[in-house]
């Protein structure tokens, strides 16, 4: 079966995961941990190259403060918790989003992550907290302009790949598999520019019940695909070019 290189998740329904159960929204983002750790460890093991979660939005901020206060305590905790795991087994971890919007301790936490984590040569991990993908186009586009500025590049440089590597996800492949648990049909603002081909497999599945047969459905799914970037059927099976 044909594996995707980057795999990209919304991880999603984990505040009605909670309310079905009827606890607070907070025990469903406590929940959600378990598929997470479950999603590194597969992913790792079936040596897939790269893997995206979508952990808060940009717009994610205007959620009641108290969830949101509980959300940067558990990414706190569980990087505190899981750093030494991961880099036993491999995992280059980054961070991608608007770092200057999470509090000084997170982000210096981030980055003691990152830098604990950057030689490993194993899963590429990157968990978005703060990332919109308009912020992302925006951030790409300003600091490309401020190189046209200083005389450093000419705006008729600007192509695709150089715009691609001025994106958070820098030089990682874009994801081939895209997963949304929760039941939603949406893409919220993830990586706007990166899923222009990705395939796309929605789930109703709420994410703290993710399990290992979930993200095997979904990687099925994505071996039954024929890709085909705007060719004809008949010229990716090679017999028309
Ligand atoms: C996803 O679950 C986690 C975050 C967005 C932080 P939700 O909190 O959006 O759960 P639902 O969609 O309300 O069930
Ligand atoms: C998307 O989920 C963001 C994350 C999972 C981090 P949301 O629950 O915020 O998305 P919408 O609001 O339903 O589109
Ligand atoms: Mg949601």
Not at 189 to 195: A, G, P, S, V
């Amino acid at each position: 079966m044909t594996l995707p290189r980057h795999v990209a998740i919304i991880m999603d329904g984990n505040g009605r995961w909670a309310r079905e159960r009827g606890q607070l929204r907070t025990a469903g983002h406590k929940a959600g941990v378990v598929p997470v750790r479950m999603c590194i460890e597969e992913c790792a093991r079936r040596r897939v190259e790269a893997l995206t979660l979508f952990a808060f939005s940009s717009e994610n901020w205007m959620r009641p403060s108290d969830e949101v206060g509980s959300l940067m305590g558990l990414f706190m905790d569980a990087l505190d918790r899981e750093v030494e795991e991961l880099h036993a087994h491999g995992v280059r971890l980054r961070f991608i989003g608007e770092r200057h919007a999470l509090s000084v301790r997170l982000q210096s936490r981030v980055a003691a992550v990152e830098e604990r984590t950057a030689a490993n040569s194993g899963l590429k991990l990157q968990i978005a907290v703060s990332y919109g993908g308009r912020w992302d186009i925006l951030a790409a586009t300003r600091a490309l302009a401020a190189r046209c500025a200083s005389g450093e590049l000419r705006p008729a440089d600007i192509n695709e790949s150089l715009f691609a590597h001025a994106l958070a996800l820098g030089e990682l492949p874009d994801p081939d598999l895209f997963i949304r648990t929760g039941g939603e049909r949406r893409i919220s603002n993830f990586l706007l520019w990166n899923m222009a081909y990705t395939e796309l497999y929605f789930t109703d599945t709420l994410w703290p019940d993710f399990d290992v047969a979930g993200l095997e459905a979904a990687l099925q799914y994505f071996g039954q695909r024929e890709r085909r970037f705007g060719l004809t059927g008949e010229q990716v099976a090679g017999q028309d070019s």
